[in-house]
Antibody, heavy 120, light 110 residues
């Protein structure tokens, strides 16, 4: 069965960077892209970007351009999302997700989320 | 890449039907029949309820249905049940491997 297991929560200071991991299992890693979505406390879902696990091609939301980098490691079937120059309003749960096998445009599989807290 | 517009809250009594709207633009909802809907309970990851506008994944109740008209997608929950109380998000493909979510609608079962 498809599983996405994310790294644990982190506390960071403003201006620092955070790197969240997402380890995939139960399918051929290179066959599907990984998408990153975040959710600030009490707020809605926000699409951050996606990375092709096949060729590393990335697409980022305009809001995060220049501040986010998504990568993959095919040897460990793991995707990473690094966010730099953290601000207080980057405090959120960060999810990785994978599209379904029947559509390719919906997010059928989700990680458990990783809480990133930005605090001084 | 502005968020899709959803009502903040919708409520209904058990057994009733409710509809949640999701308004986008001609660049996202209006251009593609690729709207998906997610149910999220507090502290949990979202779960897809509808994909490609009106299709239900295996295991999702047929009480959930989706539709679209021009730039607005809709999710209808019929025969409302207590377990349907959650926050619902729409999401549309917006071209060039980008997606956009709605702000979310909290559904309350009275």
């Amino acid at each position: 069965q498809v599983q996405l297991v994310q790294s644990g929560g982190e506390v960071k200071k403003p201006g620092a960077s955070v790197k969240v991991s997402c380890k995939a299992s139960g399918y051929t890693f290179s066959s599907y892209s990984i998408t990153w979505v975040r959710q600030a406390p009490g707020q809605g879902l926000e699409w951050m970007g996606r990375i092709s696990a096949y060729d590393g091609n990335t697409n980022y939301a305009q809001k995060f351009q220049g501040r986010v980098t998504m990568t993959t490691d095919s040897s460990t079937s793991t995707a990473y999302m690094e966010l730099r120059s953290l601000r207080f309003d980057d405090t959120a749960v960060y999810y990785c997700a994978r599209v379904s096998g029947y559509s390719g445009y919906d997010f059928a599989y989700w990680g458990q989320g990783a809480l990133v807290t930005v605090a001084s | 890449q502005s968020a899709l517009t959803q009502p903040a809250s919708v409520s209904g009594s058990p057994g009733q039907s409710i509809t949640i709207s999701c308004t986008g633009t001609s660049s996202d909802v209006g251009s593609y029949n690729l709207v998906s809907w997610y149910q999220q309970h507090p502290g949990k990851a979202p779960q897809v309820m509808i994909y490609e506008g009106s299709k239900r994944p295996s295991g999702i109740s047929n009480r959930f249905s989706g539709s679209k008209s021009v730039n607005t997608a809709s999710l209808t929950i019929s025969g409302l049940q207590a377990e349907d109380e959650a926050t619902y998000y729409c999401c549309s493909y917006a071209g060039t491997n980008t997606w956009v979510f709605g702000g979310g609608t909290k559904v309350t079962v009275l």
